[in-house]
């Protein structure tokens, strides 16, 4: 299973666009990368998926360079609503492996 | 709404009682996985049931053991509880799971069910 390495935590300010980078430089060809966000006290909930380029969808865009070692999460214009933890995913169904993830803080 | 439902949502119960949490996936998911996710701590992945079957095993207890039913529902049978078992702990599914299915890796989470052991 690839590995994924993200930044422990984040600040940002409403409005304000945020990226999120992911690190899995051991990426398997038949992978894909799946972004999930998790408010306290809740299940992770599925954000955005992708395999190469460019993926947007109505809340984030993800942009995934040729080689496919990392992944970037872009959330357009956060809201307080967007502070939660996000998790990036590499890999396939079995024994899928949640990193320690990314805590968002968003500022008034 | 994920489509996938856990009971009990709360449980609280007393050190070397045993508990069961059950799972009922969404409509159609054939596989169940099984995560514990402590207070401040990142989720655990403990297993994973394909159609009935064992598919993949993480950082899951002797003490805790799970199955998957022909209904598809699976139960997560936590057995002489200690303090540090108190979690979160949360059922997810997929339409897929086979080792020979796309690696797309979405799942859909249930609400978990808030496990205290005093």
């Known amino acids: 299973l690839a590995k994924t390495t993200q930044p422990i935590s984040m600040d940002s300010y409403e409005g304000q666009e945020v990226n999120i980078t992911c690190s899995h430089n051991?990426?398997?060809?038949?992978?894909?990368i799946t972004w999930y966000q998790q408010f306290p006290s809740q299940g992770p909930r599925f954000i955005i998926q992708?395999?190469?380029t460019k993926v947007t969808n109505e809340v984030a865009s993800l942009f995934i360079p040729a080689d496919r070692k990392s992944s970037t999460l872009s959330l357009p214009r956060v809201s307080l609503s967007d502070t939660a933890v996000y998790y990036c995913?590499?890999?396939?169904?079995?024994?899928?492996?949640f990193g320690a993830g990314t805590r968002l803080a968003v500022h008034p | 709404d994920s489509g996938v439902t856990q009971t009990p949502k709360h449980l609280i119960t007393a050190t070397g009682q045993r508990v069961t949490l059950r799972c009922s996936p969404r409509?159609?998911?054939?596989?169940v996985y099984w995560y514990q996710q402590s207070l401040d701590q990142g989720l655990q992945f403990l297993i994973q049931?394909?159609?009935?079957?064992?598919?993949a095993k993480g950082n899951i207890l002797e003490r805790f053991s799970a199955q998957q039913f022909p209904d598809l529902h699976s139960e997560l049978n936590l057995s002489s509880l200690e303090l540090g078992d108190s979690a979160l702990y949360f059922c997810?599914?997929?339409?897929?799971?086979?080792?020979?299915?796309?690696?797309?890796?979405?799942?859909?989470f249930g609400e978990g069910s808030r496990l205290t052991v005093l």
């Open positions: 409509s159609g998911d054939l596989s």
């Open positions: 992708g395999y190469k």
């Open positions: 995913l590499v890999g396939g169904y079995n024994k899928l492996i």
């Open positions: 051991n990426i398997a060809t038949n992978d894909y």
């Open positions: 049931y394909y159609n009935g079957e064992e598919r």
């Open positions: 997810a599914s997929s339409v897929e799971g086979a080792p020979s299915g796309i690696n797309t890796g979405e799942l859909f």
